[in-house]
């Protein structure tokens, strides 16, 4: 049988291309060589929130008094914590599993070989002892960890002592001492939770600042309020090798030695792109990714890639915008995918999001914008929720349209916030438009109405 179309990787990306073109009518065959759902669903996003979730409750208890509740003896029960997890993954697996029946997808699981194509054209996909042939392909193989050559990194792995994202989320016990390597969003989260878990943690970052490239005002305030709860934060330090129970990194020309009993590793994710057979059908990369044009086309004519494997926006959601943009060219639905407005959001507590550009971006790009910022204490909701906090919301407007062109907070309820500042960004809605919005009161949305009448 011919496919009209073979998608390689069941993540967000792999799943919802199956998805959209399976209920287009087209026949789609889908390759998957762990579980549905891929890293988002596994060993990512799902799976973090869940935990994180369990880690708030934990919190607001224990620290109740402030809101006069007095709890005793609090306890996060991690093995329980881990139970839940594993049984939100399986309930989204097992809906992933029934969205691609009912759209007659067909899925194989196995690691897949683009073998290449055949004299009709048609490519090739090994699949086990199987071979598929599809008129289309759409590769989804999404990312894998970055792990650095550094002596005692591949025998901590092996041991169990140097985790990734995988297997930290599902580590039984809480360890005593966890050292992060890298304060970028996977390394907060986890710091998050494991601190809130009980663990001592300390977080080694390269660079002078944690969470990448996130408003600085905000990655500073973020930074105080995790020193705060107890995290210890080793900035402009490098790691330089893995011990027995121990990291060694540098600082300032100083050696040091963090014990640990655990080792997190979380320096950033490449595109999967090593060992497909892509070299088969002569689908071109970019620094280890696969380039792709605004269509979510390879350089190879039918041949599309979506999600972390290209590189652009390591995010799940951006994932499903590009494979819906990659099957809507495929039938011949004219689509093209933007990136100016997606919004990325750190879970931490309190958390953080941030759509379009920052200062730093705008700048860099020569465009004129004025900003305004605002404490989070302006929203009357905020301030009946958050004793003591500290969150802003900073919103960058062009000089010359007035149009808004970012929006960055730090404060809880931001990440359900922002999808709303994206849809102003790719709006291209001007302060005044945004002036004659209705915004619900109480709630902490309004900051983002009191921060643009600043304008
Ligand atoms: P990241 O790129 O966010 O952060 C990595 C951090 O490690 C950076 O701050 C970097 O300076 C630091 N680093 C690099 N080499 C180092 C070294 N040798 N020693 C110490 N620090 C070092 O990468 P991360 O946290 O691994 O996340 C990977 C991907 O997963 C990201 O692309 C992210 O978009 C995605 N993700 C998104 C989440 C969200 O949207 N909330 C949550 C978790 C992951």
Redesign the pocket.
């Known amino acids: 049988m011919l496919y009209e179309l073979i998608v390689i990787g069941g993540g967000p990306a792999g799943y919802l291309a199956a998805e959209r073109a399976g209920q287009s009518g087209l026949t789609v065959l889908l390759a998957e060589k762990r579980t549905l759902g891929g890293v988002c669903l596994n060993e ?2 799902i799976p ?1 929130k869940t935990l994180l979730y369990s880690a708030k409750i934990s919190d607001n208890a224990r620290f109740g008094e402030k809101y006069g509740v007095k709890a005793a003896d609090v306890t996060l029960d991690h093995e329980a914590v881990i139970k839940r997890k594993n049984k939100v993954v399986r309930n989204l697996v097992a809906g992933v599993k029934a969205k691609m029946r009912k759209n007659n997808v067909t899925v194989v699981t196995g690691e897949a070989y683009i073998a290449g194509r055949n004299p009709k054209g048609a490519y090739e996909v090994r699949v086990g002892d199987a071979v598929y042939r599809g008129r289309r392909l759409l590769i989804a193989t999404g990312s894998v ?1 970055v792990l ?1 050559p550094l002596p005692g990194v591949q025998e901590g792995l092996k041991s169990g002592f140097v985790m990734t994202n995988r297997e930290i989320l599902d580590l039984m016990e809480v360890p005593a001492d966890l050292v992060v ?7 907060l ?1 986890m710091a998050s939770y494991y601190q809130s878990a009980g663990s001592n943690v300390t977080v ?4 002078d600042h ?1 969470a ?1 490239n996130t408003d600085p005002e905000i990655a500073q305030i973020l930074l105080k309020n995790y020193q705060k709860k107890g995290i210890r934060f080793l900035l402009s ?3 330089t090798a893995i011990e027995d129970k121990a990291v060694v990194c540098e600082s300032g020309g100083e050696t040091l030695r963090v014990e640990a009993d655990k080792v997190l590793m ?4 490449r595109a999967a792109t090593e060992g497909l057979g892509l070299e088969n059908i002569g689908v071109e990369l970019e620094r280890g990714r696969i380039k792709t044009d605004s269509r979510c086309q390879t350089n190879v004519p039918g041949v599309y890639a979506a999600g972390d494997v290209n590189g652009i926006s ?2 799940a959601h951006t994932a499903y915008r590009e494979s819906e943009t990659a099957v809507n060219n495929m039938l011949g639905k004219k689509d093209i995918m933007r990136y100016h407005a997606i919004p ?4 931490t507590n309190p958390e953080v999001a941030g759509v379009g550009e920052t200062e730093q971006t705008a700048a860099e790009k020569g465009i004129e914008f004025e900003v305004k910022k605002l404490p989070m204490m302006y929203s009357g909701r905020y301030m009946a929720e958050n004793e003591g906090g500290d969150g802003i919301c900073k919103i960058l407007v062009d000089k010359e349209h007035k149009r808004l062109i970012g929006v960055h907070m730090i404060g809880n309820y931001s990440s359900e916030i922002i999808y709303g500042a994206a849809l102003m960004i790719e709006m291209e809605m001007r302060v005044d438009d945004v002036k004659e919005l209705v915004f619900p009161h109480p709630t902490v949305s309004e900051i983002i109405r009191e921060t643009i009448f600043e304008f």
């Open positions: 990512g996003c973090t960890p650095p390597v890298g304060g970028g969003v996977i390394g989260e080694i970052e390269l660079l944690i990448g330090t490098k790691v979380s320096i950033g994710r390591m995010l990325s959001v750190i879970y």
